[in-house]
């Protein structure tokens, strides 16, 4: 399975790209997370559906600097491309 999630607030400069890394590595799941220019933070994440649940429950809180507005997420089939998660763009 895998999800493309897009988390709006207060996302950038507050260390949720580490969060979401720390917790997305420890599910078993992989994929990326990046900052997007209008301030949000895109995550892609593949890997067994209870686990991305579970990422997304962690999403939605973040670290406690962030402020987490609100999640779009769609679901598709998954692409196998990646083989670990990361933390990319700037």
């Known amino acids: 399975m895998r999800a ?3 988390v709006s607030g207060l996302v950038q400069g507050v260390g949720y790209r ?3 890394y720390r917790h997305a590595v420890q599910l078993g799941l992989v994929g990326y997370t990046k900052n997007l220019i209008d301030g949000s933070v895109e995550i892609v994440v593949e890997g067994e559906k209870g686990s991305i649940n579970a990422l997304i429950q962690e999403a939605k ?3 406690r600097s962030a402020h987490v ?5 769609s679901w598709e089939d998954s692409t196998n491309e990646f083989h670990e998660f990361k933390i ?3």
């Open 88 to 90: 990319t763009g700037w």
């Open 4 to 6: 493309v999630i897009i």
């Open 61 to 63: 809180v973040g670290p």
């Open 69 to 73: 507005k609100d999640l779009k997420i």
């Open 18 to 20: 580490y969060f979401i």
